[in-house]
């Protein structure tokens, strides 16, 4: 009896022990909530706003504590895969709507549609909301978006006699080849293209001009067609490589920060980039340097252009997802999507945060931007599965082809469509 009692004694006192050491990261033994949020911001400006709103949070909810992850958009597609299988995913997501459909459908991330808000639901349009709808839920809150703009040498295009460009009255994609022709020679290409990753950039400028590319059928499948609308942006960038040489052919495997030095020394009058490019320019540019923000080449359908917005995403295993819902409805208030926005120096989704004055300003080309927000729409292949492996193994290296000059438009048109079709199918049998 005696050894009896001090093995319970002993048993007892073990699982005291145990559950005073668990509560694990979601929540700790005086009853607060502890959320992680993983942060993909990096820019000093948005890394600080990101950090500020999380320590105002936590400073107004005892209850309910968000620690801040540090991720990276480098890494993030794999690194989250591998928390989602181990167990350990951050409760609170930050990605690119075009990286969400797996997880999605794969089920790793909880359906929002009863958890957020009505103010934010009718805040952000319609439009945006297409971006992170997955069958029948919506899987992330899209905040963040960025259009292409041209930033051209202002010196350059004043010198030239061209008509410049505004929202209002944008160059046609033909007029803007000409321009790049008459912005040409004396050392200077019209153009740098920045193509290392050429299949966003093709796809989302081609809505201008009426391409989709991908068409979903009456039976929910998506099947690759490449009509003219398709065609117009690609051509126009093959011909000032190869016909005009208004654009650089050696910027074409470059990414976009890669054209900056050449675009500050004069070697190219413009270079087409995402709109948060302009904090790098205005940090680097030389003293005296003067540049501008111009819209981006319209086309049957206007300024139109796809984007993928950032967005805002709960793990479908998170024990937590109200407190998680109410973080992110703090976390995109008006005035906070605004200081986001800034720190990142991109486009608000939301309707309100888009009417603040400090995004309408003439400096550092908001109001341009911003003027195009009306015209943002979801990316053509948003909601494509099979996507990823379409655009590394298909569309890339044709494009790339392509715009070197290496095959023409009907072998373009080829790989995209037939090799690409069998790559869609294997996702959708």
């Known amino acids: 009896m005696p ?22 990261g979601d929540g700790a033994d005086d009853g607060r909530i502890t959320l992680r949020f993983q942060s993909l911001a990096w820019q000093e400006e948005s890394v600080t706003a990101n950090k500020e709103l999380v320590r105002e949070w936590n400073a107004t909810h005892p209850d309910v504590r968000v620690e801040y992850v540090q991720g990276s958009w480098d890494s993030v597609h794999d690194q989250l895969l591998t928390s989602f299988e181990g167990g350990e995913a951050p409760d609170i997501i930050h990605d690119a709507s075009d990286d969400l459909a797996d997880f999605a459908y794969g ?48 010196d350059l295009l ?54 989709k590319l991908f068409h979903r059928g009456a039976d ?39 054209t900056l030095p050449g675009f500050f020394a004069g ?42 917005p950032q967005t805002l995403s709960i793990a479908e295993d998170s024990p937590h997802k109200k407190e998680a819902a109410a973080f992110v409805d703090f976390l995109l208030q008006p005035d906070n999507m605004v200081r986001l926005a800034l720190g990142d120096w991109m486009l608000p989704t939301g309707t309100e ?15 341009t931007g911003t003027a195009l927000a009306g015209h943002l729409r979801p990316a053509p292949a948003q909601s494509v599965r099979g996507y990823p492996e379409w655009k590394d193994k298909v569309a890339t290296p044709a494009l790339q082809e392509y715009y070197s000059g290496a095959i023409g438009m009907a072998e373009l048109r080829k790989r995209l469509v037939e090799d690409g079709n069998l790559v869609l199918a294997r996702y959708q049998r």
């Open 3 to 24: 050894t009896r009692t001090r093995i319970t004694t002993l048993l007892v006192s073990l699982s005291l022990l145990l559950a005073g050491c668990s509560g694990g």
């Open 107 to 154: 089920g790793y991330l909880a359906d929002l549609t009863d958890l957020l808000p009505g103010r934010l639901k009718s805040d952000i349009p319609r439009r945006s909301w297409e971006t992170v709808t997955f069958g029948d839920g919506v899987y992330g809150v899209p905040f963040l978006q960025e259009p292409r703009v041209l930033i051209a040498n202002a």
């Open 158 to 211: 004043d010198k030239s006699g061209v008509r410049v460009p505004t929202p209002g009255r944008p160059w046609s994609w033909a007029e803007f080849r000409q321009v790049t022709k008459r912005l040409s020679g004396d050392g200077t290409y019209g153009v740098a293209w920045p193509l290392k990753e050429p299949v966003s950039a093709t796809l989302n400028l081609s809505l201008s001009t009426g391409g």
């Open 220 to 258: 929910g499948k998506v099947t690759v067609r490449f009509e003219e609308g398709d065609r117009v942006v690609p051509r126009t960038i093959h011909d000032q490589v190869n016909t005009d040489h208004s654009a650089s052919s050696t910027t074409l495997g470059s990414g976009g920060s890669d």
């Open 267 to 308: 070697k190219y009058a413009m270079v087409p980039l995402g709109f948060s490019y302009r904090q790098q320019i205005e940090q680097q540019a030389p003293e005296g340097f003067d540049w501008r923000v111009l819209p981006a080449p319209a086309g049957a359908e206007g300024l139109t252009q796809g984007v993928s």
């Open 353 to 367: 945060a888009l009417k603040d004055p400090a995004l309408h300003t003439a400096e550092h080309g908001w109001a």
